[in-house]
T-cell receptor, first 114, second 113 residues
């Protein structure tokens, strides 16, 4: 079974530029999460989708971050414009309906904002 | 709100030493508890979990017991190997909050031969 796929793996941009990350969850997983992991810290949830609907986006800085999952499968996370403090690893995770708790994580996208 | 506190690292041990990484939590309900591991250059992997009080999760020689009375979920291994070198994250999942994971800050373990 293929795991959660993310791209790109690494991205370097200058502040005020825009960037987008892509996630393809495990096939059949209805729930998808985006987390931000700042160096030396644990991941922090940004947004949770159930199919193509948003369940929780209370931690998403909506003035600059946006995310969508239009067809209930792939998802994109966008930052526009980026700030220095957005430098982090962005993790995507998915969870099947049958597993009440376990989330499966992708390898992450490491973003560096200069 | 929910929170997880784990001991800061790095923890440096010699091969075959005993490992304990402390984890305590605060939660409003009855969460499930997890340990995730992050090897260098890789994504987070579930190491073990426990879904109710007194449950013991175990995997690859690691163990952790869900202690409701002390709100703890300490990770232990009797004999660590160099290949166990990684960052370990304690986390909780609250079904009343969409099963989102709340993570601790992570503990880096370095095992020397």
């Amino acid at each position: 079974e293929a795991g959660v796929a993310q791209s790109p793996r690494y991205k370097i941009i200058e502040k005020r530029q825009s960037v987008a990350f892509w996630c393809n969850p495990i096939s059949g997983h209805a729930t998808l999460y985006w987390y931000q992991q700042i160096l030396g810290q644990g991941p922090k949830l940004l947004i949770q989708f159930q199919n193509n609907g948003v369940v929780d986006d209370s931690q998403l800085p909506k003035d600059r971050f946006s995310a969508e999952r239009l067809k209930g499968v792939d998802s994109t996370l966008k930052i526009q414009p980026a700030k220095l403090e957005d430098s982090a690893v962005y993790l995507c995770a998915s969870r099947p309906v049958s597993s009440y708790n376990e989330q499966f994580f992708g390898p992450g996208t490491r973003l560096t904002v200069l | 709100g929910n929170s997880v506190t784990q001991m800061e690292g790095p923890v440096t041990l010699s091969e075959e030493a005993f490992l304990t990484i402390n984890c305590t939590y605060t939660a409003t309900g009855y969460p499930s508890l997890f340990w995730y591991v992050q090897y260098p250059g890789e994504g987070l992997q579930l190491l073990l979990k426990a879904t109710k009080a007194d449950d013991k999760g175990s995997n690859k020689g690691f163990e952790a017991t869900y202690r409701k009375e002390t709100t703890s979920f300490h990770l232990e291994k009797g004999s660590v190997q160099v290949s166990d070198s990684a960052v370990y994250f304690c986390a909780l999942s609250d079904k009343n909050a969409g099963n989102m994971l709340t993570f601790g800050g992570g503990t880096r373990l370095m095992v020397k031969p």
